[in-house]
């Protein structure tokens, strides 16, 4: 009866290390999940900042350039000429 319950403690033991190797590794699984998730939420925030930003630029410069031939088009022809002289010259 004796050797019946050692044997049963023996598998009871083993059981045991059994069940904390199996949560240890599910614990460690779902954690690199959350860790994953994470990291790909944030690089998509990356991006769509990027994206923001290269929208942003593209919309100042198309502006910029807007302004630029809306001068130069209520400028005469002489006042451009002039004004591209007074830019281009070399002042060395």
């Known amino acids: 009866m004796i050797e019946l319950f050692k044997s049963f403690g023996g598998v009871t033991a083993i059981g045991a290390i059994i069940g904390i190797i199996v949560a240890y ?5 779902k954690g690199k999940a959350t860790a994953q998730q ?3 939420e944030r690089e998509t925030e990356i991006k769509l900042e990027a994206e923001q ?3 942003q630029r593209q919309t100042t410069v198309s502006k910029e350039a ?3 031939q809306s001068n130069v088009s209520r400028m005469p022809g002489s006042a451009v000429d002039d004004e591209l002289r007074s830019d281009w010259i070399n002042k060395d």
């Open 25 to 29: 590794f599910t614990g460690m699984s």
């Open 38 to 40: 994470k990291a790909t």
């Open 53 to 55: 930003a290269v929208r």
């Open 66 to 68: 807007s302004d630029v």
